[in-house]
RNA sequence: CGGGGAGUACCUCAGUUGGUAGAGGAGUAGCUUUGGGAGCUACAUGCCGUGGGUUCAAGUCCCAUCUCCCCGACCA
């Protein structure tokens, strides 16, 4: 019987990441349009999930939505100095429109700190228009070279916080803050743990004087950019002559953030959790958490199940759980077995005639020991109670899904001090996080780039990372301060 | 943007020295089935990526171009 089939993890990653994407029905390459992905229902039902908790977060820390244009005049982007030295090689141009050469050519978004700071200026003038907090749910392009699906597309999805404050401590906070509720949203709802650090001056944002960022340990022990907080200083607010009256009636320019995650989300949810079976959904991101699968031989067995089934599905549904029935008849139970666990839903539960004899069902997580018999072991539930207890099950699971990511990423992570267990560390497909001394130099940094393929991931934050503690460059010998993080990164 | 590979049915692919386009799966209809990927029968399914060229004749040969995949460089 030939089934697509999920190539395993082993043989290769990135074979294996794109068949649970297909299988999962999650995207697709657009293929008409170079660079570009199409996000299935499945795929976007994830999405929505992730905006509407961080949505959440984003109104509870005080921000409120706006939309800005898809297009930016050039002049825009040419304004500050580094950002167009960042950005120029990644424009999309609009030189056409109604049938004419444009006078003044627009570029796509490739994000908005510039026409955010065009507007910014109009709206601000006084300390008390402080502090100004917007965010952008957008769409934005980027003509990237080589691309991946979710990972690294020419269009895509996110979200871009921009704002604007009166002294630069008051903007630093807001960059901490932000980059706190991505890591509280990474590990509570996407059961992911990421390391929270500094970006060094090679990897920080066009324009920015710091960037902070959230990576996350991929299964393979590559390291994923899952969400950046920029201290945007005074740049912006210069560039767009974006200046406030303080309350002695001084005028200065406004202290400036943008902070954003993206679709990039759902790529890294995959490379933390899925496994060679397909996709694996944490409960909280999981747009059904519990399907459920009706089994009958005979028509009078069909009506007294399904009417079970029914009963069932609404009860868990008033427990607040995203339940499906599947009740198609043409597909027999296996075959939905096998589907909506390449879907990643965390959940199943099988009900048939020998469940209504003993008023309970049969419960299977996606991820489950075999048993004595080489079969997925499953849990018999009663049926009085079972949303209480199917809760407590996938909250279980929740939680068993970061601890086993956080237990991944620790069997991943050394903390290294000669050069050849670094370089070995990195040698062909090798990876994993690596603290190491380094020298602060951009020179060095280069230099380990070129030999071993790793990067500096970040400069990780008290509490992340192993603890501070001086030493020599893994490189160079020079006296360092403390251990960065290395490692190969998507 | 450099190096490699590939584009033929919805999917995975076969297609010989150039001679009327194929298989398996999926799909549709019917029957039979249902506690871990069922079976039989019938029916559909094509701008052979696109554009040019060579030829009596091109999926096949030549040129160009687009897209996808892998490995780098560049980047969320």
Known sequence: MAVAKITPKSEDYSRWYQDVIAQAELAEQAGVVKGCMVIRPHGFAIWEKM?????????????????????????????EADHVDGFAPELAIVTHAGGKPLEEQYCIRPTSETIIGHFFSKWISSHRDLPMLINQWANVMRWELRTRIFLRTTEFLWQEGHTAHATHAEAREEVYRMLQVYADFAREIMAMPVICGVKTETERFA????????????????????????????????????????????????????????????????????????????????????????????????????????????????????????????????????????????????????DLQSQSVMCKLRIAAADERGRPKKLTLPMADLGLSVGKLLDEFQDFLYQRALDLRAAGSTSLDTWEEFSAAFEDDRSGFVYAHWDGTAETELAIKQETRATIRCLPLEGHGPAPEPGKCIKTGQPSERRVLFAKNY
């Open 51 to 79: 905006q509407a908790d961080l949505d959440r977060r984003f109104k509870e820390t005080g921000h409120k939505n706006a939309c800005f244009p898809l297009l930016i005049p050039m002049s825009f982007i040419e304004k």
């Open 207 to 354: 324009g920015a004087i710091e960037t902070v960022c959230i990576e996350a340990y991929m299964q393979d022990g590559k390291a994923l950019q899952s969400g950046t907080s920029h201290d945007l200083g005074q740049n912006f607010g210069k560039a767009f002559d974006v200046q406030f009256q303080d309350t002695e009636g001084k005028r200065d320019f406004v202290w400036q953030t943008s902070w954003g995650v993206s679709t990039r989300l759902v790529g890294a949810l995959i490379m933390t959790h899925s496994d060679d079976d397909g996709l694996v959904l944490p409960p909280r991101l999981a747009p059904i958490q519990v399907v459920i699968v009706p089994i009958f031989k005979k028509a009078e067995e069909r009506a007294a199940v399904m009417e079970a089934a029914c009963r069932i599905a609404a009860e868990l549904r008033d427990d607040g759980l995203a339940v499906e029935l599947d009740d198609r008849d043409e597909m027999k139970p296996g075959a939905k077995y096998y589907e909506w666990e390449r879907k990643g839903v965390p959940l199943r539960i099988e009900i048939g005639p020998r």
